[in-house]
């Protein structure tokens, strides 16, 4: 198991837009792995590659129920989108509460598509369809965007966005100091 160190808000490399996959292979399945580790070992429901540090359109997802013993989350759901691209989004919206694992404890109300349908390729590099809503078109679209240098706090007002970014710098002081 290799457990990567997530990203956090205002790291550049956060802000710039990740490369597609050219070709599905082992060195491609084995970040996935690393991914689904990383995101597991952090308690979230989604990731995106550039979080790792790697600038490439791979993102991976578990909204599965929670199992395992001892409030402890076992992986459940799996599933990995390599070169994802939105073909249709809804007009209705839906506003759903959003957090990020490189943006710790800050969670705010985002407005989105509420139904989206996707293209993707999996792990065998076979192409696939996906349609979403309710959880799953919000993840989808949260993770969509750290391909393109987007975190959800950029859709906050610029108010909201700079008190985000302001408790981000003094919660990393806080850890420093202890
Ligand atoms: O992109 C990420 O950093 C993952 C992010 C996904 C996400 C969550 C909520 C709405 C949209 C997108 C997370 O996983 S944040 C952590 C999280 O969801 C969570 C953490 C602990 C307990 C329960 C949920
Ligand atoms: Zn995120």
Redesign the pocket.
Known sequence: MTIRPILLAPDPRLAAASEPVSAVNDEIRALVKDMLDS?YAA??????AI?IGVPKRVVVMDLGPAKGTEGEKAPSAPQVFINPQITWASEDLAT???????VPDIWDKVERPAKVHVTYLDQDGVQQRLEADG?LA??IQ??MD?LQGTL?IDHLSKLKRSIALRKLAKNKRLKETG
């Open positions: 995101m308690d979230g429901i989604g990731l995106a979080q759903a509460e959003e957090g990020c694992l490189s959880l919000c993840c949260h993770e750290h959800f």
